[in-house]
Structures are given as C-alpha cells and as structure tokens.
C-alpha cells in the first residue's frame, strides 16, 4: 500500500487559516463559528479537507496521521476491497477507474488535493466500488479509517468541507456527462490536463502517458495523439516520453471546453458560501 517512509507533522500552513474561525457569537443558543477561509485554503499547497480542521482537533489527531510518498500506477484500492486507509492528497493524483465486465475501463473520477480518497466509503458501505490508482507520483496524508470516522464525527469544519467536496462532485458528474455528450475531444483533454494539473504538485508538467490521458477521457490512444498533435501545433504544450509539458497556459485555456470555466465558477461559489457553523 505505499504506506512506507511514514511520518507525523502537522500540515503545513494549515493553522493560519482559521484565524477568522475563533470569533464566536450565538445561533439559536448554541455556539456559532465562522467557517474555514476556503481562499487561503485553495491557495496553498495543503490538503483542503484537511486544512479545515480546527487546529484544536487537528492537534488532537495528528499522531493518528501519517506522510506517505506514492508511486504512479500504485494501486490503492480495487473494486469490492475495504477501505481500510483514507488519503489526503498533497501532490498525488489518484484515478477513480470504472472497468466493465468485458474488461473495457474509465476514469470516472480524480482525486488530488482537492479532496481524499475514501472519506465517504468510509462513513458508509466501508468498500471501494472503484479500481483506485495513483495517476500522478506524490505526497499524501495517510489515516486508519477507524480513527477517520472518529475525526469526521469530531470536527463540524471538516463535515461542512466535506458536505462542499460532495457539492462539488456532484456539479462535476453531472456537467461531465454534459461535456461528453457535446464536446470535442480536443476541447475535453485541454480541460482536463489543466484540471489535472491544478490538483497536483506542478503546475507546467503533467506526467502522464497516452494510455492515461486516453483512459481519462475514455476515448483510444490514436484519437489522443491525433488531439496532441493538434495542440503542440498551435504552440499550447510540447510532449515528452510519458508527460506533457504546458508552454503557453493560455493557448491551453483557449482550447478548453466551457466547462472549464463553468467548473471553475461553480467550485469557488461553493468554497466560497459562507453560512455560519451550529455546534450541534
Ligand atoms: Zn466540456
């Protein structure tokens, strides 16, 4: 499980962000707080779920978390397994793949800092109904599920950031399955690569094959390399052997298909909301 070269620190730049958090006033009798600063959070380095614990709480379980290096083409789960582990990306990237029974697959799903590996499984069913594999090399947190579990019913602003994080796949899902439907393959994969790359540790550099980029997209490897031939002509990325290289972001957002934009939107107005916390 790539578990190995473990250690126990304290995310970084986390505690700076709930300054605003300690101002408490009342809500119907019951204490109020300020929600996270989901700007600070978006524009750091760190796990956002993971920011938005209370520093108290986060002081609390931070023994319980452990750093953890993970290899591209790690597999971290597999469809019907128990989620055993839940991952806090840093500066991987993690695939949620769908494979059919023919033993055609997808990636229907991608998991970078923006969110963590099994934090819904592991409040419910407790198994993965995705192969789960790492798309890019990187750091991630790394936490028991039962100590998870322990945290989730702790914090009120991790719940409320992960009530966001649902938000937000939600939004994704259903504007994805618009974007197949009426979208061009070129416009998809520009979106994608800087999605792709928004998520990880680089923003320039995507290290990822054909083979990933076409299991991305669901579409074969030809129709990518005709697709990145068209954008390395029109100067937006160079190839190499097995990574991509942004040359101009801008010519790469141009290309992009509006969903890009409407994505972009609709995440920041839901980080953005700000309605007060109720300890319950
Ligand atoms: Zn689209």
Same mark, same amino acid.
């Given at each position: 499980?790539?578990?190995?070269?473990?250690?126990?620190?304290?995310?970084?730049?986390?505690?700076?962000?709930?300054?605003?958090?300690?101002?408490?006033?009342?809500?119907?009798?019951?204490?109020?707080?300020?929600?996270? @600063? %989901?700007?600070?959070?978006?524009?750091?380095?760190?796990?956002?779920?993971?920011?938005? &614990?209370?520093?108290?709480?986060?002081?609390?379980?931070?023994?319980?978390?452990?750093?953890?290096?993970?290899?591209?083409?790690?597999?971290?789960?597999?469809?019907?397994?128990?989620?055993?582990?839940? +991952?806090?990306?840093?500066?991987?990237?993690?695939?949620?793949?769908?494979?059919?029974?023919?033993?055609?697959?997808?990636?229907?799903?991608?998991?970078?800092?923006?969110?963590?590996?099994?934090? %819904?499984?592991?409040?419910?069913?407790?198994?993965?109904?995705?192969?789960?594999?790492?798309?890019?090399?990187?750091?991630?947190?790394?936490?028991?599920?039962?100590? +998870?579990?322990?945290?989730?019913?702790?914090?009120? @602003?991790?719940?409320?950031?992960?009530?966001? +994080?649902?938000? &937000?796949?939600?939004?994704?899902?259903?504007?994805?399955?618009?974007?197949?439907?009426?979208?061009?393959?070129?416009?998809?994969?520009?979106?994608?690569?800087?999605?792709?790359?928004?998520?990880?540790?680089?923003?320039?550099?995507?290290?990822?094959?054909?083979?990933?980029?076409?299991?991305?997209?669901?579409?074969?490897?030809?129709? &990518?390399?005709?697709?990145?031939?068209?954008?390395?002509?029109?100067?937006? &990325?160079?190839?190499?052997?097995?990574?991509?290289?942004?040359?101009?972001?801008?010519?790469?957002?141009?290309?992009?298909?509006?969903?890009?934009?409407?994505?972009?939107?609709?995440?920041?107005?839901? +980080?953005?909301?700000?309605?007060?916390?109720?300890?319950?």
């Amino acid at each position: 499980m790539g578990a190995g070269a473990a250690q126990t620190a304290e995310p970084k730049g986390a505690s700076r962000a709930f300054v605003k958090d300690q101002a408490r006033t009342t809500c119907h009798g019951r204490p109020q707080r300020r929600r996270p @600063d %989901f700007a600070f959070i978006m524009a750091n380095q760190n796990n956002w779920l993971l920011a938005a &614990i209370e520093p108290d709480v986060r002081a609390r379980f931070q023994p319980r978390l452990r750093r953890t290096s993970l290899e591209r083409g790690e597999v971290l789960l597999s469809p019907g397994e128990t989620v055993h582990r839940v +991952y806090f990306p840093e500066t991987a990237l993690i695939g949620l793949i769908s494979a059919m029974p023919a033993g055609d697959a997808v990636q229907t799903g991608m998991i970078g800092r923006d969110g963590a590996l099994g934090v %819904f499984e592991a409040c419910g069913t407790r198994q993965s109904a995705f192969l789960c594999e790492v798309l890019v090399a990187g750091e991630a947190w790394v936490m028991a599920a039962d100590d +998870y579990r322990r945290l989730y019913e702790t914090s009120a @602003d991790l719940r409320v950031a992960v009530h966001k +994080y649902v938000e &937000i796949l939600l939004t994704e899902a259903r504007q994805f399955v618009a974007c197949n439907a009426l979208h061009s393959v070129d416009a998809r994969l520009a979106r994608s690569v800087l999605e792709a790359l928004e998520r990880s540790q680089d923003s320039r550099t995507l290290p990822a094959t054909q083979e990933t980029l076409a299991q991305m997209l669901g579409v074969q490897r030809t129709t &990518i390399t005709a697709a990145l031939s068209q954008m390395q002509a029109a100067g937006a &990325i160079r190839t190499a052997r097995g990574s991509l290289e942004v040359v101009d972001p801008a010519v790469l957002e141009d290309a992009a298909c509006c969903c890009r934009e409407t994505l972009k939107i609709a995440r920041a107005e839901i +980080y953005a909301s700000d309605e007060p916390v109720c300890d319950a």
